[in-house]
């Protein structure tokens, strides 16, 4: 990678994509396009090998028997584990976020192995699923405005020592554990359970993978009113009574 270009991987979009997560890569990319960056982009579909020479890797959410299938091949592949291995940045939400773990309970109610690219261990939650707006505060190590989001999942996500949460909530559900934590990042491996897409909603998260990418402290400026009346709206909603 120059300093001027950047390569950017769309993990299994057939098995993993839903509640529009793809739009992440949409947004990564024009975000990068704005700073003038020459962008990559390479879907790799679930019968295709992961590259090893991304910068950045994003994966969505997906079904129950959709996301053992994504471990599965993931497993055997071993790709992304190698290109994380080398330094590449990885972004996860919901399923995805699980895989990334050491383990999380299947379709069919059985521990599955993760990548173990995070330190964490999810299990399925006995209680009311977690559904609607979240608002809640990124770890300040990232600098990072609030975070805003729209959850929807059962499963419960346990930080283990190694994993710092990505945020903590106002509003919201998050991991699920009681204890307000919500995703898990280490120094280059990111996971959330916030879709939206999240990125439309907080692009200062796609801007963080990029200078992270580019071994950057900053980006030049863009133009953000859209996104900004859009995360108003949405922390709005979140913070109006039930």
Known sequence: MSQNSLRVVWVYPDLLSTYGDQGN?????????????????????????????????????GE?????????????????????????????????YQILGHEFVNDLGRREQGLGLLDVISTRGEGERCVGDVLADIDPQLNLPPLTGFENHQGVTHLG????????????????????????????????????????????????????ALDVNALPPVDDRWYEALRNERIAAATQPA
Request: charged letters at 25%.
């Open 64 to 96: 129950d028997r959709p996301q053992r299938l994504a471990a599965e091949r993931l497993r055997r592949d071993g790709g992304l584990n190698r290109a994380v291995a080398n330094g590449a940045i990885v972004f996860s939400v919901c399923a995805g």
């Open 25 to 61: 890569t949409l947004v990564l990319e024009r975000r990068a396009q704005q700073r003038r960056l020459d962008v990559q982009r390479l879907d790799v579909r679930s019968d295709q090998q992961i590259p090893t020479s991304g910068d950045i890797y994003l994966i969505g959410g």
């Open 161 to 212: 020592p190694t994993a710092r949460p990505f945020a903590r909530v106002r509003f919201g559900k998050g991991n699920g554990t009681g204890d307000g934590t919500e995703g898990a990042f280490n120094d280059t491996v990111f996971g959330t359970y916030m879709h939206g897409p999240v990125m439309a909603r907080n692009p200062h998260i796609a801007d963080l993978l990029i200078k992270l």
